[in-house]
């Protein structure tokens, strides 16, 4: 169970990863965030977003055209 | 560019954009990238110069036009439809692919430019208005968004040389 969800189904590029960095300012390090989208191209771009900002993506699942990514805030 | 060439003494997290162009449509590849690159831990600049600079006012009245764009083409009754430049020239035309665009952008999920540029601002991401077009197009800075910088080419190259990244659009 993640300590924070995010709904962005229905958002495009590039707000679901606005909407998530928004959302992991206000964590504190060590959290999860689930995020939803509906985004195909957010799967590229959450793999990209976590490698860049050292944040970790621990898992990611895709249903009926929404994907699920749980990120783990790095520090 | 691999990790060792990058410049000496400057931070690889910094990106700069030089912003020219401020129709509707070339009003998001500025406002995405520096907002994404923000989200991603970058110190982003953006510089507004020339048709550009109208992205900073206040009240924003984005427009689009397919005069001279044979790449624009809506999607419409299950198929792409470009428009000839001899349509594109009516007046009332440009009005109206305007209005289609921004219908095109909502129903999308995409977000509106004056909603990417509170985001740009909310992230911190530095702007600067060109001096040199406020002048020459009888902007002030009044008729600009609130805590926006005022520079020339100088005030951007330096910002250039800091950067990491530097994007014309």
């Not at chain 2, 030089?18 to 401020?22: S, Y």
């Given at each position: 169970m993640a300590d924070q969800v995010l709904d962005a189904k229905g958002l495009n590029c590039p707000?679901?990863?606005l909407k998530a960095k928004k959302a992991l300012?206000?964590?504190e390090g060590g959290k999860t965030l689930e995020i939803l989208s509906t985004d195909p191209g957010s799967v590229a771009d959450f793999a990209a977003?976590?490698?860049t900002t050292g944040n970790e993506l621990v898992e990611q699942n895709e249903e009926g055209g929404v994907w699920t990514y749980l990120i783990r805030k790095s520090g | 560019m691999s990790s060792t060439d990058m410049k000496p003494g400057v931070d690889?997290?910094?990106m700069s954009i030089?912003?020219?162009?401020?129709s509707l449509d070339w009003a998001y590849p500025p406002f995405i990238l520096s907002t994404t690159a923000a989200a991603m831990g970058l110190d982003v600049t953006m510089f507004f110069t020339f048709y550009g600079?109208?992205?900073l006012m206040k009240d924003l009245s984005l427009q689009v036009t397919?005069?001279?764009n044979p790449a624009m083409k809506m999607p419409m009754m299950g198929m792409h439809m470009g428009m000839p430049n001899i349509v594109s020239a009516i007046p009332g035309v440009d009005a109206a692919a305007s209005k289609m665009m921004k219908n095109l952008i909502k129903k999308k999920g995409v977000a509106s430019i004056p909603e990417l540029r509170d985001l740009a601002v909310e992230a911190d991401v530095r702007m600067i208005a060109c001096q040199m077009t406020l002048d020459l197009f009888e902007y002030s800075k009044d008729d600009m968004i609130e805590g926006?910088?005022?520079g020339g080419a100088a005030t951007y190259i330096e910002v250039a040389t800091q950067s990491h990244i530097n994007l014309f659009i």
């Open positions: 707000l679901p990863i300012k206000s964590m977003f976590c490698r | 690889p997290n910094t030089i912003v020219t162009k401020g600079l109208p992205l397919s005069l001279g926006i910088e005022i």
